[in-house]
């Protein structure tokens, strides 16, 4: 008898343990199910932004965010990285996990992404990196690029001053030049800094100090008030973009500096990067910002052509770069070539 009364719950538990192990399984699956998507006959795209920093940002995503619709064919899955790259490696993995049929990368920094392309490239899904560029030892992890020569814009923006200079009858000995510098590591800072080096080595410019201030008004303006407590000589503020530009001419109107391209006159001359920002575009105007190299953020249709192409089973071209000019506020210097190219000089009005 009581032999029998174990046995049964022996029996009891053991079907009692399977239910279990079917249950967890079931959870598992239904797990994996709500990461699978309803893709329906849309084209998904896992789009990895680095960011919300900057106005440019902004206009970035919203390019992506306007091209890749349900009206297009797209189903656009947005992950934003918040600056940190590790936010960035986790979407790529979400969006390998969904089976998306795209990825769009626009990297933080240069550096770190070679094991995650690698699983993507693995997993047969292309990627598209954006904007910036990443520096991976084997080119194959990603399909294609397209984005900004961040060296070349750097340059303009320098060949601008050096022409701006020449017109005007400043030595170049006179420039006292300080770098609100972008991410450190991010293509953009890379290249312009190295421009700015390069003309600063160059033509005997004195290039005070380089700080980083990340792209954002807040820390432009926070960096651009300690170099004015540093240095009584500074006539030229070279920003990596226009939001730093807006942050130090706040720290410049506080310190009571003039703002302008005459440095002759004592002004503090405002160089910058982008062009898609309204208050900065109004600073050229007025002449706080003598100069901005344009940075075209528009990427969403580029993305779109590459896209139809590999459909169409094409091969995209592995790098593009987008055609810019630089804005001012008059045509003392008309025309910038840089490596015997000219490019394009618009007044804005
Ligand atoms: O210039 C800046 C930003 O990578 C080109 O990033 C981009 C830069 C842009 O936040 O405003």
Sequence with gaps: MKKRFFLTIYICLFIAALIGCSKSADLNYSDKQSDSLEKGNLTVIGFSQLGAES?????????????????????????????????????????????????????????????????????????????????????????????????????????????????????????????????????????????????????????????PADFTQTKGREEMRKLLKKYDNINVVYCENDNEALGAIEALEEAGKMIGPNIRYGEVMVISFDGINEEARQCVRENKISCIAECNPLHGPRVQTIIEMLELGKTPMKHSNVSEGIYVHDLIVDKIRVDSIEYPVTILK
């Design 55 to 211: 106005d440019w940002r902004s206009a970035n995503t919203e390019s992506m965010k306007e091209t890749f619709t349900e009206e297009n064919g797209y189903k656009l899955i947005f992950e934003d990285g918040q600056q940190k790259q590790a936010n960035q490696i986790m979407a790529i993995r979400k969006f390998i996990q969904q089976d998306v049929d795209y990825i769009v990368l626009a990297p933080v920094t240069e550096t770190g992404w070679d094991t995650v392309l690698k699983e993507a490239k693995d997993a047969g899904i292309p990627v598209i990196i954006i904007d910036r560029m990443v520096d991976v030892d084997d080119e194959s992890l990603f399909t294609c690029y397209v984005g900004s020569d961040f060296e070349l814009e750097g340059k303009k923006a320098c060949e601008w001053l050096k022409s701006y200079c020449e017109k005007t009858f400043v030595n170049p000995s006179m420039l006292h030049i300080v770098n609100l510098q972008g991410n450190i590591g991010s293509s953009a800072q890379i290249g312009r800094t190295t421009g700015l080096r390069k003309y600063a080595y160059e033509n005997h410019w004195d290039l005070l100090e380089e700080v």
